[in-house]
């Protein structure tokens, strides 16, 4: 399985991660590491996320959480691809906009 991320779930993750160095010190490279390894689970097995039943969605749309680091990876099958839509702290106690 090819991985694509949108720009939005792209700025999501690039977000969380100079947000996790800047105020993580002790484990600097955690959500980092903990994405990679996420991405990793979905590529081998694509639907391993429970499906997302939220709002008008034009493709189904799986979230699987990063329990480590709180937030949920957002993300729908199309064709061959695992297209990443949002990165989303679990804590945030709202839904992102897909």
Do not use: C, S
Request: glycine share 4%; net charge positive; aromatic share 8%.
């Amino acid at each position: 399985m090819k991985l694509r991320f949108t720009l939005q779930a792209r700025a999501d993750a690039e977000r969380a991660q100079t947000w996790w160095r800047r105020n993580r010190p002790a484990a600097p490279d955690a959500f980092e590491q903990e994405l990679n390894a996420t991405l990793e689970r979905i590529r081998r097995n694509p639907r391993l996320g429970i499906l997302y039943e939220q709002g008008d969605l034009e493709v189904p749309v799986r979230r699987i959480l990063m329990a480590k680091t709180t937030h949920h990876l957002y993300y729908a099958l199309q064709a061959d691809d695992v297209v990443v839509l949002a990165v989303w702290g679990a804590q945030r106690g709202r839904r992102p906009t897909l």
